[in-house]
Structures are given as C-alpha cells and as structure tokens.
C-alpha cells in the first residue's frame, strides 16, 4: 500500500513518468529496462552512463519517436489554447539543418508546418533568436556558420513552439572544450529564465554534474537506473563553481557510480 501512495505522488509532481519501461529490438538485443523514471516540473535532470545502456532509447520513446516493449510513458502537459504549442522540443546531437535555408527558416521549420502565418512566425523565431543570441545571424546560412552556432540554431528550433519539455541527446558531444563550456552556461541561463523541464543525455561527468539539479547513472545495456545523485550547487553556476572543491567532489562521486554501472572497478 505504501509503494502505490509513493507512485500516486510521484505522478502527482511528475513531467514525466516512466513505469517499467523496456525495449527488445527485433534482433533479440535488450536494449531497456525494466526502467522507472519521474521528471517534476521546471526539473533539469541528466541521465548518464556506459555507451549503449539506452540512454538514448529512453529519450526517444519519451518522445514518442520510438515505441517501447512493454511498460507505461506518462507526459504531462499542461492544457493550451495555442494550437502550435508543443508538449516537447528534441534537441538532436547532430543540429540536422536544411542546408538551402536561412536560421530564420530553419527556427521557423516547425511554425510552417503548424501553417501560422508569416507575421507570427516572425515574431516568435525573433523572440527566440533573441533568447540563444542569434538575432544578427537570423539571414545567414548554416554553412556560414561555426558548430556551437549551427547547435543554438537547433535548441532555438526546439523552442520555437514554446514546450515543456525540451529533451537533450549529447548535444554538445561534438564541440571543443571552449564552445561546450560557453553553450553549457548559456542552457543553464535560458533554464532558469525559461523553467523548462529538461532531460539531458551525456557521456560527460563533468558536464551533467555542473548542468543538472539530478543526475540519474544507468547501468549496461539492459539500461535500468543505478544511481541517482542530487547535486548540491546554487541554480546560478559559474566557473567559480567549476573550480571549486564541491564540484570537484561531485564529480567523483558521480565517477565512481558510473564504473560501478559500467562493471569496472573504481580506481582501476
């Protein structure tokens, strides 16, 4: 009777709710589960661990961009009178933009298939734009661009229908340690303006105990959770926070977790 008091609040709390979640691809490969995860709002919450544990399957199927085996997704969203307003934005780690196109155009991509006129579109990719320092680059073309810019094009794109959720795979895995840093600080800025729910996807240590308020480590494929780690850090982060003897100290714990899931020996 306690477990279902404990899942009826969860549920209660919860963006999103995953219920014994698997996936058996048709090759026979166990790629999930049995998987259990809640979100709660406005959360920033990283999942992380060993290539292959199905970090990225989960994210999918959240989505709804993949069907799981067996078990229950829960969504949560909220009710809106904005028929162009999404439940999720999906941040790939590639950026995936049409080359032919303007930045303004691809932002723009899905308020034209939603058919919002021309003047309204406009407006919002600029408020966007705005929001991912853009607006100078709104005409030019993604070869014109550098990786960490075609990357802000990709997350205003994913904003542009005003989600609530935005879901994260490896987005920065690609950048130099500079252009991975500088993005990382201007997610968590529009985070905390935004408050939107956030599930990040990261190789990184390092990145998900300085971006998340929750770090979740999966365990090898089959991905089930291993560890959870709350992480102990003020909303406003800085290099000051990078630096410091606390992060330091979260990062090995985090480390030391993700070897365990991974079936090495810590220290080894």
Not at 25 to 42: H, I, M, N, Q, W
Not at 119 to 144: C, G, H, M, T
Not at 193 to 219: D, N, W
């Amino acid at each position: 009777m306690e477990t279902d008091t404990h899942h009826s609040k969860a549920d209660a709390d919860a963006a999103v709710s995953l219920r014994g979640i698997t996936k058996i691809y048709e090759s026979g490969v166990a790629a999930l589960g049995p998987f259990d995860l809640d979100v709660r709002r406005g959360e920033f919450v990283s999942l992380l661990g060993p290539s292959g544990c199905g970090k990225s399957t989960a994210l999918r199927i959240i989505a709804g961009l993949m069907a799981q085996t067996s078990g229950e997704v829960c969504v949560v969203a909220q009710a809106s009178v904005n028929p162009v307003r999404q439940s999720i934005g999906f941040v790939f780690q590639e950026p995936t933009l049409m080359p032919w196109a303007s930045v303004r155009d691809n932002v723009g991509l899905p308020l034209q298939l939603a058919r919002m006129s021309r003047d309204e579109a406009n407006a919002k990719i600029n408020q966007v734009l705005s929001q991912v320092d853009l607006s100078e680059f709104a005409e030019v073309y993604p070869r014109e661009l550098s990786g960490g810019m075609k990357m802000r094009v990709s997350l205003a794109r994913a904003l542009v229908t005003d989600p609530e959720i935005l879901l994260m795979d490896e987005p920065f895995a690609a950048l130099d340690e500079i252009t991975r840093f500088r993005l990382n600080n201007d997610l968590l800025d529009l985070w905390r303006k935004l408050r939107k729910t956030v599930i990040f996807v990261t190789h990184s240590v390092f990145e998900s105990v300085y971006l998340s308020e929750r770090v979740v480590v999966m365990t090898q494929r089959p991905g089930r959770i291993g560890e959870e780690f709350q992480i102990n850090a003020p909303l406003t982060r800085s290099e000051d926070f990078r630096t410091s003897a606390e992060y330091a100290a979260q990062c090995r714990n985090v480390s030391v977790a993700l070897a365990r899931a991974s079936g090495e020996r810590p220290g080894r």
